[in-house]
């Protein structure tokens, strides 16, 4: 079975339904042939930032940029520190 892919108007507009139009989530769930459970967080991710939410494949909210850069940055630094620490372990072992 094929995972079904929404536009982020539409999440916009069955979360309009539910919210602004007074439609319950499970009528509006029935009406649109979307799981209840799915749009209940639609919902609740329209709730919480309405602006950022739904930001489409491929794209990530700021926040999410910004935590996948840093851990970037760490995965770089500890290969470096692993780098200077067996750099270290082998001239210690040629001064003596």
Do not use: C
């Not at 794209?59 to 750099?87: G, H, N, S, Y």
């Amino acid at each position: 079975m094929k995972r079904r892919k929404f536009s982020r108007e539409f999440k916009i507009e069955a979360v309009k339904l539910v919210m602004e139009r007074g439609v319950s989530v499970a009528q509006a769930g029935r009406d649109l042939d979307v799981h209840e459970n799915v749009l209940r967080k639609w919902v609740k991710e329209f709730g919480s930032d309405p602006v950022q939410a739904f930001p489409g494949h491929g794209q990530m909210k700021p926040e999410q940029q910004e935590i996948e850069r840093l851990r970037r940055e760490v995965a770089k630094l500890k290969a470096e520190r692993d780098i200077l620490k067996k750099a270290a372990a082998f001239f210690a072992k040629e001064a003596t």
